[in-house]
């Protein structure tokens, strides 16, 4: 379905069908490694490859939140944030830029000096009690993801449910409605996987999509290379790229599927395509 978005300075965007968002990490210690760069060449050399590849906006992390990843200061994720930011704006002045971080300091700072459009949380709130109101503050796009606990306990949070569908459902009202009580109009809905799930219920998440329809607001899958990918598919990290594209596609056939969030940009723009297409012809 087609959605629209008030990304600000960018403008008002409708989009006819699903996006790509690249992931580029200004970290060194991403799970995986061929989403890390720690220059600016490397910045600059990773977004024109996935801009080139068709990725329509660009999530831009400075803080690992794979489990055991090292702890970073606020100054430094916002110099690493800020730096790739500010490199990716002044080269491409139109794309989308989102900032992974949970932290409001860092996400003013981005939006305000550094030129970011959209702010992407994985704690929907929970590990900084000024997000939420510095999010309505900035006008800006909100990516509210689930999770429960943080990037350390929520390893240890998969049993946490009484219902397993309907607690998720239940998380996303009450934040939506927290969300529209300070006035914040764009949110996008990431259901979180691989964020205290077990791998079942992963896969409980990616056939019940559907379910989020209820919310009538654009939906993100970002499954790139996590374990629900390489696990299933008895590989590794590494060569998990057809086990995501598997999952990319089985999330684009529910319909509900408005962005993709990948490390293979090419790939899940081919993957959009032939749903496309499929999509097209069904209908004839």
């Known amino acids: ?116 459009d959209v702010i992407n949380d994985i704690s929907a709130g929970a590990l900084d009690g000024k997000l939420f109101e510095t999010v309505a503050s900035l006008g800006v796009p909100y990516i509210l993801m689930h999770s429960l606990g943080n990037s350390v306990s929520a390893q240890q949070l998969d049993h946490a449910y009484n219902d397993f569908m309907g607690d998720v459902i239940k998380f996303f009202a009450e934040k939506i409605d927290q969300l529209h009580l300070l006035g914040v109009k764009d949110i996008i809905v990431d259901p979180g996987f691989g964020f205290s799930k077990t791998m079942d219920q992963n896969y409980q998440l990616l056939g019940n999509l559907k379910s989020f329809d209820i919310f009538k607001m654009p939906l993100l899958v970002g499954v790139s290379r996590k374990r629900m990918a390489w696990q299933v598919a008895e590989t590794t990290i590494e060569e998990s790229l057809n086990a995501t594209t598997a999952i990319n596609t089985l999330a684009l056939s529910t319909g509900m599927t408005d962005i993709l969030r990948v490390h293979d940009v090419k790939a899940a723009v081919e993957a959009v395509k032939v749903w496309e297409m499929a999509k097209k012809n069904a209908k004839l």
């Open 1 to 116: 379905m087609p959605f629209t978005i008030n990304f600000g300075k960018r403008g008002l965007r409708t989009f006819d069908k699903p996006v790509v968002m690249g992931i580029l990490n200004a970290t060194p210690d991403s799970f995986f490694s061929g989403s890390r760069a720690n220059s600016d060449s490397e910045i600059l050399r990773r977004t024109e490859q996935m801009i080139n590849e068709g990725a329509e906006m660009i999530d831009v992390g400075g803080f690992s939140t794979r489990p055991g990843a090292a702890e970073v200061s606020e100054a430094e994720e916002l110099d690493r944030v800020c730096n790739a930011v500010s490199l990716v704006r002044n080269q491409y002045p139109d794309v989308i830029i989102s900032v992974d971080t949970f932290r409001a300091s860092v996400a003013k700072e981005s939006v305000l000096s550094c030129g970011a």
